[in-house]
Protein backbone atom coordinates (compact mmCIF):
# COMPACT_ATOMS: atom_id res chain seq x y z
CA UNK A 1 0.00 0.00 0.00
CA UNK A 2 1.32 3.28 -0.81
CA UNK A 3 1.87 5.29 2.49
CA UNK A 4 1.70 9.15 2.83
CA UNK A 5 5.40 8.65 3.67
CA UNK A 6 5.99 6.72 0.40
CA UNK A 7 4.15 9.04 -1.46
CA UNK A 8 6.21 12.21 -0.08
CA UNK A 9 9.15 10.19 -0.83
CA UNK A 10 8.21 9.71 -4.79
CA UNK A 11 7.87 13.05 -5.14
CA UNK A 12 11.04 14.48 -3.59
CA UNK A 13 12.57 11.90 -6.12
CA UNK A 14 11.35 14.02 -9.08
CA UNK A 15 12.86 17.00 -7.63
CA UNK A 16 16.28 18.20 -6.40
CA UNK A 17 16.54 20.79 -3.87
CA UNK A 18 17.12 23.51 -6.86
CA UNK A 19 13.67 23.33 -8.29
CA UNK A 20 11.84 23.44 -5.85
CA UNK A 21 12.82 27.11 -5.32
CA UNK A 22 11.50 29.86 -7.73
CA UNK A 23 8.11 29.50 -8.32
CA UNK A 24 6.27 32.66 -9.31
CA UNK A 25 4.80 34.27 -6.08
CA UNK A 26 3.96 38.27 -7.84
CA UNK A 27 0.70 39.30 -7.58
CA UNK A 28 -1.14 39.78 -10.90
CA UNK A 29 0.69 36.80 -12.41
CA UNK A 30 -0.87 34.43 -15.18
CA UNK A 31 -2.59 31.57 -12.60
CA UNK A 32 -1.63 27.82 -13.63
CA UNK A 33 -4.56 25.22 -14.08
CA UNK A 34 -4.52 22.06 -12.94
CA UNK A 35 -7.35 20.15 -14.23
CA UNK A 36 -7.61 16.80 -12.43
CA UNK A 37 -10.19 14.17 -13.85
CA UNK A 38 -11.12 10.20 -13.60
CA UNK A 39 -13.18 8.03 -15.26
CA UNK A 40 -16.06 6.39 -13.67
CA UNK A 41 -16.14 7.75 -10.53
CA UNK A 42 -19.28 8.54 -9.31
CA UNK A 43 -20.55 11.35 -6.47
CA UNK A 44 -20.45 9.81 -3.44
CA UNK A 45 -16.78 8.17 -3.40
CA UNK A 46 -15.66 11.19 -0.86
CA UNK A 47 -16.43 12.84 2.37
CA UNK A 48 -17.76 16.08 0.82
CA UNK A 49 -20.76 13.84 -1.02
CA UNK A 50 -21.27 11.86 2.49
CA UNK A 51 -18.91 8.95 1.80
CA UNK A 52 -16.42 8.75 4.91
CA UNK A 53 -15.48 5.27 4.71
CA UNK A 54 -13.49 5.04 1.39
CA UNK A 55 -9.75 5.37 1.64
CA UNK A 56 -9.65 8.40 -0.54
CA UNK A 57 -7.53 11.23 2.11
CA UNK A 58 -6.17 13.55 -0.69
CA UNK A 59 -9.22 13.91 -2.18
CA UNK A 60 -11.26 14.61 0.78
CA UNK A 61 -8.18 16.92 1.82
CA UNK A 62 -8.76 19.00 -1.72
CA UNK A 63 -12.46 19.05 -1.00
CA UNK A 64 -12.05 20.67 2.33
CA UNK A 65 -10.31 23.76 0.74
CA UNK A 66 -12.45 23.97 -2.62
CA UNK A 67 -16.13 25.30 -3.42
CA UNK A 68 -17.78 21.82 -3.58
CA UNK A 69 -20.97 21.54 -5.93
CA UNK A 70 -23.39 19.16 -4.33
CA UNK A 71 -24.96 18.14 -7.88
CA UNK A 72 -22.96 18.46 -10.53
CA UNK A 73 -23.97 16.39 -13.91
CA UNK A 74 -22.41 15.29 -17.35
CA UNK A 75 -23.88 15.80 -20.57
CA UNK A 76 -24.43 12.50 -21.66
CA UNK A 77 -23.44 9.38 -19.48
CA UNK A 78 -20.61 7.81 -21.76
CA UNK A 79 -17.02 8.80 -22.23
CA UNK A 80 -16.61 10.48 -25.71
CA UNK A 81 -19.20 12.48 -25.82
CA UNK A 82 -19.17 13.69 -22.33
CA UNK A 83 -14.77 14.21 -22.90
CA UNK A 84 -15.49 16.37 -25.75
CA UNK A 85 -17.91 18.32 -23.96
CA UNK A 86 -15.27 19.19 -20.85
CA UNK A 87 -12.94 19.60 -23.10
CA UNK A 88 -14.68 22.41 -25.69
CA UNK A 89 -17.59 23.78 -23.97
CA UNK A 90 -20.09 22.62 -26.60
CA UNK A 91 -22.80 19.69 -26.38
CA UNK A 92 -22.18 16.65 -28.01
CA UNK A 93 -24.83 17.49 -30.71
CA UNK A 94 -23.24 20.47 -31.60
CA UNK A 95 -19.42 19.26 -31.92
CA UNK A 96 -20.07 15.52 -33.57
CA UNK A 97 -19.28 13.60 -30.68
CA UNK A 98 -22.67 11.72 -29.95
CA UNK A 99 -21.14 8.75 -29.52
CA UNK A 100 -17.82 6.53 -28.48
CA UNK A 101 -14.63 6.66 -30.53
CA UNK A 102 -15.97 9.59 -32.76
CA UNK A 103 -12.44 11.70 -33.37
CA UNK A 104 -13.31 15.43 -32.35
CA UNK A 105 -13.19 17.59 -34.92
CA UNK A 106 -10.79 20.00 -36.09
CA UNK A 107 -13.41 22.99 -36.44
CA UNK A 108 -14.46 22.33 -32.83
CA UNK A 109 -11.21 24.22 -30.28
CA UNK A 110 -10.80 22.70 -26.94
CA UNK A 111 -9.41 24.45 -23.74
CA UNK A 112 -5.77 25.60 -25.10
CA UNK A 113 -6.91 26.81 -28.27
CA UNK A 114 -9.79 28.46 -26.97
CA UNK A 115 -7.52 30.51 -24.28
CA UNK A 116 -4.70 31.00 -26.88
CA UNK A 117 -2.29 32.32 -25.21
CA UNK A 118 1.62 31.77 -26.13
CA UNK A 119 2.61 31.99 -22.67
CA UNK A 120 1.07 29.03 -21.26
CA UNK A 121 3.08 25.49 -21.14
CA UNK A 122 0.44 23.10 -21.86
CA UNK A 123 0.29 19.44 -20.86
CA UNK A 124 -1.87 16.39 -21.32
CA UNK A 125 -1.57 13.38 -19.58
CA UNK A 126 -3.67 10.02 -19.40
CA UNK A 127 -6.88 8.98 -20.98
CA UNK A 128 -7.72 11.29 -24.31
CA UNK A 129 -10.43 9.37 -26.03
CA UNK A 130 -10.88 11.98 -28.67
CA UNK A 131 -8.93 10.49 -31.32
CA UNK A 132 -5.75 9.80 -32.07
CA UNK A 133 -4.84 8.54 -28.89
CA UNK A 134 -1.36 8.21 -28.25
CA UNK A 135 -0.42 12.10 -30.64
CA UNK A 136 0.03 14.72 -29.30
CA UNK A 137 -2.44 17.47 -30.71
CA UNK A 138 -5.41 19.87 -30.07
CA UNK A 139 -2.78 22.53 -28.89
CA UNK A 140 -1.29 20.35 -26.20
CA UNK A 141 2.95 20.71 -26.15
CA UNK A 142 3.36 17.83 -23.67
CA UNK A 143 1.90 14.82 -24.21
CA UNK A 144 1.75 11.69 -21.72
CA UNK A 145 -0.89 9.02 -23.03
CA UNK A 146 -1.55 5.30 -21.23
CA UNK A 147 -3.80 3.99 -23.75
CA UNK A 148 -2.64 1.43 -26.15
CA UNK A 149 -4.28 -1.07 -28.86
CA UNK A 150 -7.44 -0.55 -27.55
CA UNK A 151 -8.56 2.66 -29.55
CA UNK A 152 -6.15 2.06 -33.01
CA UNK A 153 -9.07 1.26 -35.27
CA UNK A 154 -10.23 5.08 -34.86
CA UNK A 155 -6.89 6.85 -35.28
CA UNK A 156 -6.90 9.19 -38.70
CA UNK A 157 -5.54 8.59 -42.06
CA UNK A 158 -1.51 8.42 -41.77
CA UNK A 159 -1.21 8.04 -38.26
CA UNK A 160 0.84 5.23 -36.91
CA UNK A 161 -0.82 2.44 -35.56
CA UNK A 162 2.30 0.84 -34.28
CA UNK A 163 3.24 3.89 -32.38
CA UNK A 164 2.46 3.30 -28.66
CA UNK A 165 1.61 5.36 -25.25
CA UNK A 166 4.23 6.78 -23.11
CA UNK A 167 2.89 4.10 -20.32
CA UNK A 168 4.39 1.07 -22.66
CA UNK A 169 7.22 2.90 -22.92
CA UNK A 170 7.96 3.07 -18.56
CA UNK A 171 6.51 -0.37 -18.26
CA UNK A 172 9.31 -1.36 -21.04
CA UNK A 173 12.09 0.31 -19.30
CA UNK A 174 10.87 -1.35 -16.03
CA UNK A 175 11.59 -4.71 -17.73
CA UNK A 176 7.79 -5.88 -18.38
CA UNK A 177 7.31 -7.78 -21.67
CA UNK A 178 3.97 -6.77 -23.73
CA UNK A 179 1.12 -9.67 -23.10
CA UNK A 180 -0.22 -9.29 -26.86
CA UNK A 181 -0.21 -7.72 -30.46
CA UNK A 182 3.04 -5.64 -28.29
CA UNK A 183 0.48 -4.24 -25.91
CA UNK A 184 0.11 -3.95 -22.42
CA UNK A 185 -3.25 -4.18 -22.05
CA UNK A 186 -5.99 -2.93 -19.54
CA UNK A 187 -5.75 -6.44 -17.97
CA UNK A 188 -2.56 -6.89 -17.58
CA UNK A 189 -2.21 -3.12 -15.84
CA UNK A 190 -4.29 -4.30 -13.08
CA UNK A 191 -1.78 -7.22 -11.92
CA UNK A 192 0.77 -4.63 -11.53
CA UNK A 193 2.29 -3.36 -7.68
CA UNK A 194 1.10 0.35 -6.78
CA UNK A 195 4.22 2.06 -7.83
CA UNK A 196 3.76 0.46 -11.63
CA UNK A 197 -0.13 1.17 -11.98
CA UNK A 198 -1.44 3.93 -14.67
CA UNK A 199 -1.82 6.46 -11.66
CA UNK A 200 1.41 6.21 -10.35
CA UNK A 201 2.91 6.74 -13.74
CA UNK A 202 0.54 9.82 -14.33
CA UNK A 203 1.41 11.38 -10.88
CA UNK A 204 5.62 10.94 -12.16
CA UNK A 205 4.60 12.30 -15.18
CA UNK A 206 2.77 15.58 -13.58
CA UNK A 207 4.97 15.99 -10.78
CA UNK A 208 7.82 16.58 -13.36
CA UNK A 209 5.60 18.94 -15.77
CA UNK A 210 4.89 20.88 -12.75
CA UNK A 211 8.29 21.56 -10.92
CA UNK A 212 9.78 22.05 -14.42
CA UNK A 213 7.78 24.78 -15.40
CA UNK A 214 7.16 26.65 -11.84
CA UNK A 215 8.86 29.78 -12.86
CA UNK A 216 6.47 30.13 -15.65
CA UNK A 217 2.53 29.53 -16.42
CA UNK A 218 1.28 26.29 -16.99
CA UNK A 219 -2.07 23.99 -18.23
CA UNK A 220 -2.21 20.74 -17.12
CA UNK A 221 -4.84 18.10 -17.62
CA UNK A 222 -4.29 14.84 -16.08
CA UNK A 223 -6.78 11.94 -16.90
CA UNK A 224 -7.65 8.81 -14.65
CA UNK A 225 -8.69 5.69 -16.63
CA UNK A 226 -9.53 4.60 -12.68
CA UNK A 227 -12.09 3.91 -11.54
CA UNK A 228 -13.22 2.78 -14.97
CA UNK A 229 -13.56 -1.05 -15.81
CA UNK A 230 -11.54 -3.42 -15.17
CA UNK A 231 -12.63 -3.48 -11.64
CA UNK A 232 -9.35 -4.51 -10.16
CA UNK A 233 -5.91 -3.54 -9.01
CA UNK A 234 -3.55 -4.42 -5.85
CA UNK A 235 -5.77 -2.95 -3.16
CA UNK A 236 -8.65 -5.03 -3.75
CA UNK A 237 -8.38 -5.74 -0.41
CA UNK A 238 -7.85 -2.36 0.76
CA UNK A 239 -11.24 -2.30 2.29
CA UNK A 240 -13.58 -4.71 4.19
CA UNK A 241 -16.89 -5.31 3.08
CA UNK A 242 -18.41 -2.46 5.46
CA UNK A 243 -16.13 0.13 3.85
CA UNK A 244 -17.18 -0.51 0.40
CA UNK A 245 -20.96 -1.88 1.20
CA UNK A 246 -24.07 -2.30 -1.23
CA UNK A 247 -25.28 0.40 -3.12
CA UNK A 248 -28.33 1.84 -0.99
CA UNK A 249 -30.74 0.64 -3.48
CA UNK A 250 -29.55 -2.41 -4.50
CA UNK A 251 -31.51 -4.60 -5.66
CA UNK A 252 -33.09 -1.68 -6.20
CA UNK A 253 -35.72 -3.15 -9.36
CA UNK A 254 -38.27 -0.20 -9.51
CA UNK A 255 -41.29 -1.94 -8.62
CA UNK A 256 -44.19 -2.60 -11.08
CA UNK A 257 -43.69 -2.09 -14.81
CA UNK A 258 -41.91 1.28 -14.71
CA UNK A 259 -38.71 1.05 -16.09
CA UNK A 260 -37.66 1.56 -19.51
CA UNK A 261 -37.09 -1.90 -21.55
CA UNK A 262 -33.47 -1.17 -22.04
CA UNK A 263 -32.70 -0.67 -18.45
CA UNK A 264 -34.34 -4.19 -17.56
CA UNK A 265 -32.19 -5.81 -20.59
CA UNK A 266 -29.00 -4.40 -19.65
CA UNK A 267 -29.74 -5.79 -16.32
CA UNK A 268 -30.39 -8.68 -17.46
CA UNK A 269 -27.33 -9.09 -18.68
CA UNK A 270 -24.38 -7.93 -16.20
CA UNK A 271 -26.45 -10.93 -14.23
CA UNK A 272 -25.57 -13.11 -17.22
CA UNK A 273 -21.77 -12.18 -17.37
CA UNK A 274 -19.48 -9.49 -15.92
CA UNK A 275 -15.48 -9.61 -15.92
CA UNK A 276 -15.13 -12.28 -13.74
CA UNK A 277 -17.96 -11.51 -11.26
CA UNK A 278 -21.11 -13.88 -10.59
CA UNK A 279 -23.47 -10.85 -9.68
CA UNK A 280 -26.20 -13.53 -9.09
CA UNK A 281 -25.55 -12.78 -5.56
CA UNK A 282 -24.90 -10.24 -3.41
CA UNK A 283 -21.50 -11.72 -2.46
CA UNK A 284 -20.49 -10.78 -6.12
CA UNK A 285 -21.67 -7.29 -5.86
CA UNK A 286 -19.86 -6.57 -2.84
CA UNK A 287 -16.34 -8.50 -4.21
CA UNK A 288 -17.20 -5.74 -7.17
CA UNK A 289 -17.68 -2.95 -4.72
CA UNK A 290 -14.39 -3.82 -2.61
CA UNK A 291 -12.45 -3.42 -5.92
CA UNK A 292 -13.82 -0.37 -7.52
CA UNK A 293 -13.08 1.34 -3.90
CA UNK A 294 -9.83 -0.04 -4.11
CA UNK A 295 -9.69 1.78 -7.43
CA UNK A 296 -10.44 5.11 -6.30
CA UNK A 297 -7.85 4.74 -3.43
CA UNK A 298 -5.31 4.24 -6.25
CA UNK A 299 -6.04 7.76 -7.62
CA UNK A 300 -6.14 8.71 -4.69
CA UNK A 301 -2.60 7.99 -3.73
CA UNK A 302 -1.71 9.40 -7.04
CA UNK A 303 -3.06 12.66 -6.24
CA UNK A 304 -1.08 13.03 -3.11
CA UNK A 305 1.67 13.04 -4.93
CA UNK A 306 0.30 15.63 -7.70
CA UNK A 307 -0.68 18.04 -5.09
CA UNK A 308 2.62 17.67 -2.73
CA UNK A 309 4.89 18.57 -6.44
CA UNK A 310 2.22 21.99 -6.53
CA UNK A 311 2.53 22.69 -2.60
CA UNK A 312 6.55 21.98 -2.45
CA UNK A 313 7.03 24.43 -5.49
CA UNK A 314 5.23 27.35 -4.49
CA UNK A 315 2.38 27.09 -6.98
CA UNK A 316 -0.42 25.96 -4.57
CA UNK A 317 -1.87 29.69 -4.40
CA UNK A 318 -1.70 30.70 -8.25
CA UNK A 319 -3.08 27.86 -9.34
CA UNK A 320 -6.95 26.77 -10.15
CA UNK A 321 -7.53 23.03 -9.46
CA UNK A 322 -10.79 21.15 -10.74
CA UNK A 323 -11.42 17.70 -9.63
CA UNK A 324 -14.24 16.01 -11.29
CA UNK A 325 -14.69 12.91 -14.09
CA UNK A 326 -16.44 11.89 -17.17
CA UNK A 327 -19.38 10.35 -15.69
CA UNK A 328 -20.52 8.12 -12.79
CA UNK A 329 -21.07 4.76 -12.09
CA UNK A 330 -24.04 2.64 -11.14
CA UNK A 331 -21.79 0.34 -9.27
CA UNK A 332 -24.96 -1.90 -8.28
CA UNK A 333 -27.54 0.59 -7.50
CA UNK A 334 -30.65 -0.63 -9.20
CA UNK A 335 -29.02 -3.44 -10.14
CA UNK A 336 -26.75 -2.11 -12.57
CA UNK A 337 -23.31 -1.60 -13.72
CA UNK A 338 -21.07 0.83 -15.71
CA UNK A 339 -23.21 4.31 -16.57
CA UNK A 340 -24.86 4.82 -20.09
CA UNK A 341 -28.75 4.94 -18.55
CA UNK A 342 -30.50 8.49 -16.93
CA UNK A 343 -30.16 7.33 -13.30
CA UNK A 344 -28.41 9.41 -10.62
CA UNK A 345 -25.48 7.62 -10.19
CA UNK A 346 -24.37 7.36 -14.00
CA UNK A 347 -25.13 10.95 -14.20
CA UNK A 348 -24.06 12.99 -11.05
CA UNK A 349 -20.17 13.36 -10.83
CA UNK A 350 -17.88 15.10 -8.20
CA UNK A 351 -17.11 18.85 -8.99
CA UNK A 352 -14.67 20.71 -6.50
CA UNK A 353 -13.21 23.93 -7.83
CA UNK A 354 -10.01 25.61 -6.22
CA UNK A 355 -9.51 29.06 -6.65
CA UNK A 356 -7.49 30.56 -3.84
CA UNK A 357 -5.89 33.60 -5.27
CA UNK A 358 -9.51 35.46 -5.96
CA UNK A 359 -9.86 34.70 -2.20
CA UNK A 360 -12.44 32.26 -2.85
CA UNK A 361 -13.33 30.07 0.19
CA UNK A 362 -14.44 26.77 0.97
CA UNK A 363 -17.74 26.15 0.68
CA UNK A 364 -20.64 24.18 -0.73
CA UNK A 365 -23.04 25.04 -3.96
CA UNK A 366 -26.31 23.42 -3.83
CA UNK A 367 -27.99 24.53 -7.33
CA UNK A 368 -27.24 21.81 -10.09
CA UNK A 369 -24.62 22.80 -12.53
CA UNK A 370 -23.30 20.95 -15.63
CA UNK A 371 -20.21 20.19 -17.11
CA UNK A 372 -21.14 22.04 -19.97
CA UNK A 373 -20.19 25.44 -18.24
CA UNK A 374 -16.39 23.97 -17.27
CA UNK A 375 -14.73 25.96 -20.17
CA UNK A 376 -16.36 29.07 -20.36
CA UNK A 377 -15.69 29.19 -16.19
CA UNK A 378 -11.92 28.43 -16.36
CA UNK A 379 -11.61 30.62 -19.63
CA UNK A 380 -12.89 34.00 -17.23
CA UNK A 381 -10.65 32.44 -14.42
CA UNK A 382 -7.73 32.53 -16.55
CA UNK A 383 -8.50 36.15 -17.67
CA UNK A 384 -10.42 35.25 -21.08
CA UNK A 385 -14.29 36.12 -21.76
CA UNK A 386 -16.23 33.71 -23.53
CA UNK A 387 -19.40 33.33 -24.98
CA UNK A 388 -20.70 30.53 -23.04
CA UNK A 389 -22.12 30.43 -19.51
CA UNK A 390 -19.73 30.45 -16.37
CA UNK A 391 -20.12 29.13 -12.93
CA UNK A 392 -17.82 32.48 -11.48
CA UNK A 393 -21.17 33.60 -10.49
CA UNK A 394 -21.39 30.90 -7.72
CA UNK A 395 -18.29 31.06 -6.47
CA UNK A 396 -18.87 34.63 -5.78
CA UNK A 397 -22.06 33.36 -3.68
CA UNK A 398 -24.63 34.57 -6.51
CA UNK A 399 -26.75 32.83 -8.43
CA UNK A 400 -25.81 31.18 -11.88
CA UNK A 401 -28.21 32.37 -14.34
CA UNK A 402 -28.97 28.90 -15.86
CA UNK A 403 -30.94 26.92 -13.07
CA UNK A 404 -31.92 23.81 -15.02
CA UNK A 405 -29.55 21.33 -16.28
CA UNK A 406 -29.99 19.28 -19.32
CA UNK A 407 -28.08 15.91 -20.55
CA UNK A 408 -28.83 13.95 -23.45
CA UNK A 409 -27.91 10.12 -24.69
CA UNK A 410 -27.45 9.43 -28.58
CA UNK A 411 -28.36 5.75 -29.05
CA UNK A 412 -25.88 3.62 -31.42
CA UNK A 413 -28.41 0.25 -32.92
CA UNK A 414 -31.03 -1.83 -30.26
CA UNK A 415 -27.81 -2.23 -28.03
CA UNK A 416 -27.37 1.13 -27.14
CA UNK A 417 -30.92 1.65 -26.25
CA UNK A 418 -33.60 4.86 -27.60
CA UNK A 419 -32.20 8.56 -27.48
CA UNK A 420 -32.84 10.04 -24.69
CA UNK A 421 -33.14 13.84 -23.18
CA UNK A 422 -33.57 14.91 -20.11
CA UNK A 423 -33.94 17.75 -17.54
CA UNK A 424 -32.72 18.04 -13.77
CA UNK A 425 -34.56 20.97 -12.54
CA UNK A 426 -33.80 23.12 -8.91
CA UNK A 427 -36.79 22.19 -6.99
CA UNK A 428 -36.04 18.33 -7.29
CA UNK A 429 -37.51 16.78 -10.12
CA UNK A 430 -35.82 14.95 -13.52
CA UNK A 431 -37.65 14.84 -16.60
CA UNK A 432 -36.42 11.46 -18.72
CA UNK A 433 -37.81 11.73 -22.11
CA UNK A 434 -36.71 8.45 -24.22
CA UNK A 435 -38.37 8.75 -27.93
CA UNK A 436 -38.78 4.80 -28.29
CA UNK A 437 -38.87 3.46 -24.76
CA UNK A 438 -40.71 4.10 -20.98
CA UNK A 439 -39.71 7.74 -20.19
CA UNK A 440 -39.11 8.75 -16.31
CA UNK A 441 -40.13 11.34 -14.27
CA UNK A 442 -38.28 11.47 -10.53
CA UNK A 443 -38.99 13.53 -7.27
CA UNK A 444 -35.82 13.75 -5.49
CA UNK A 445 -36.97 15.67 -2.29
CA UNK A 446 -39.08 12.68 -1.99
CA UNK A 447 -37.73 9.38 -3.82
CA UNK A 448 -34.06 9.87 -3.49
CA UNK A 449 -33.11 6.82 -4.35
CA UNK A 450 -35.50 6.60 -7.72
CA UNK A 451 -36.83 4.21 -6.88
CA UNK A 452 -40.92 5.72 -8.27
CA UNK A 453 -41.10 6.50 -11.47
CA UNK A 454 -44.11 9.34 -11.77
CA UNK A 455 -43.67 9.85 -15.07
CA UNK A 456 -47.31 8.57 -15.61
CA UNK A 457 -48.61 10.02 -12.42
CA UNK A 458 -51.71 12.08 -13.32
CA UNK A 459 -50.66 14.04 -10.01
CA UNK A 460 -47.38 15.05 -11.53
CA UNK A 461 -48.71 16.28 -15.10
CA UNK A 462 -48.11 19.55 -14.55
CA UNK A 463 -44.34 19.14 -13.57
CA UNK A 464 -43.84 16.75 -16.42
CA UNK A 465 -44.97 18.86 -18.54
CA UNK A 466 -43.34 22.29 -17.61
CA UNK A 467 -40.22 20.48 -17.51
CA UNK A 468 -40.98 19.01 -21.16
CA UNK A 469 -41.37 22.62 -21.91
CA UNK A 470 -37.18 22.97 -20.95
CA UNK A 471 -36.48 20.64 -22.73
CA UNK A 472 -37.93 21.68 -25.88
CA UNK A 473 -36.59 25.83 -25.20
CA UNK A 474 -33.30 23.83 -24.68
CA UNK A 475 -33.28 21.71 -28.02
CA UNK A 476 -34.39 24.95 -29.55
CA UNK A 477 -32.04 27.34 -28.38
CA UNK A 478 -28.85 24.38 -29.00
CA UNK A 479 -29.96 23.47 -32.17
CA UNK A 480 -31.08 19.70 -31.28
CA UNK A 481 -33.20 18.03 -33.84
CA UNK A 482 -33.70 14.52 -31.31
CA UNK A 483 -37.79 14.27 -31.40
CA UNK A 484 -39.22 13.96 -28.59
CA UNK A 485 -42.11 11.25 -27.51
CA UNK A 486 -45.24 12.14 -28.59
CA UNK A 487 -44.10 15.70 -30.85
CA UNK A 488 -46.14 16.03 -33.40
Not at 215 to 226: G, I, R, S, T
Request: with cysteine.
Amino acid sequence: MMTRRTALRLGAAVAAPAILRGARRVAGDKPNLLFIWTDQQRADTMAAYGNTRFRVPMMNRLASQSVVFDRAYITQPVCTPSRSSIMTGAWPHQNGCVRNNIRLSSTVQTMPELLDDSAYHTGYMGKWHLGDEVFPQRGFQKWAAIEDGIYEQYYGPGRDRGARSAYHAFLANLGYKPNGKNIFSRGFATTLPVEHSKPSFLAQEASKFILRHRADPWMLYVNFLEPHTPFSSALDDLHSEAEAPLARNYPGVPAGDREPVWYQRRRAGFREKFEKFDLRSPAGWQRVSRNYAGLCSLVDQAVGRILWSLEASGQMDNTVIVYTSDHGEMMGAHSLLTKQVMYEEAMRVPFLLRVPFRGQKPRRVAQPVSHIDTVPTLLELLGKKNAGESLVSLLEGRRHREDHVFLEWTAEGEDQGPNARTVVSPDGYKLVLHDTDRSMLFDHNKDPLEMHNLYESGEHAPVRDRLRKKIEQWQAATRDTMRLPGAK
